[in-house]
């Protein structure tokens, strides 16, 4: 999987290079904010699991318009049990931690003249995220941790849209929404558990 994330890497390193140098401008930044996901297929309703979502970015502007970013990020997901929720479900708690790579489009608009430095205020962002799963902690109704009778998939694949607002050049708020491709069960006869994620966040671009 490691080796995976660096073959993606190294995709969009030789992406960005190809282009004339002279015509991108190359940007680094830190990441800071929260994770509201779910497990769909668990049988628990809404957006209960906070998490972290931290890291840091690089980003390249290869047009007027278009910027590429690329992100490494520790990322916590999973489910909870909230209070309208049924007694009969059988888990509590589901919490992965991932390490993930997203590699992002965004489409740059509003921009601001009235700034020493022009910016575009806001940027709609589409792309794929791939996801090592670090560890991860189950929780039963009983309150006993189960976590070694599950066995969980150690990729994650998800789509992501989202926006960022920047409020000035440098900071940015951000909101996206991750869509996961990819089964949370390794086991294909299990239940099946795929993931979904609101995503608030700050950006601060150096």
């Given at each position: ?25 190359f ?6 904010g ?12 809404g ?18 318009r ?9 990322s ?23 390490a ?24 709609f ?15 039963d ?66």
């Amino acid at each position: 999987m490691l080796n995976f994330i660096k073959i993606i890497s190294l995709i969009f390193c030789a992406f960005i290079f190809s282009k004339n140098a002279h015509s991108q401008t190359f940007e680094a930044g830190l990441i800071g904010g929260v994770n509201l996901s779910q497990l769909h297929g668990d049988g628990l309703a809404g957006f209960n699991q906070i998490g972290l979502n931290v890291g840091g970015r690089v980003a390249v502007q290869t047009s007027d318009r278009w910027k590429w970013n690329i992100d490494i990020l520790f990322s916590q997901k999973g489910s909870t049990k909230g209070k309208d929720d049924p007694l009969s479900i059988p888990f509590d708690k589901y919490r992965l931690n991932y390490a993930e790579v997203p590699i992002m489009v965004s489409f740059l608009d509003w921009l601001d003249e009235t700034d020493e430095n022009e910016y575009y205020k806001l940027h709609f962002t589409a792309g794929v995220s791939v996801g090592q799963l670090v560890n991860f902690k189950v929780i039963d109704a009983l309150g006993q941790d189960v976590t070694e009778l599950q066995n969980f998939n150690e990729t994650a694949i998800d789509l992501i849209l989202g926006a960022t607002y920047f409020i000035n050049q440098n900071i940015g708020i951000n909101a996206q929404y991750s869509y996961a491709l990819l089964d949370v069960r390794k086991e294909k006869e299990a239940q099946s558990l795929s993931g979904r994620t609101l995503t608030f966040r700050t950006i601060y671009m150096f």
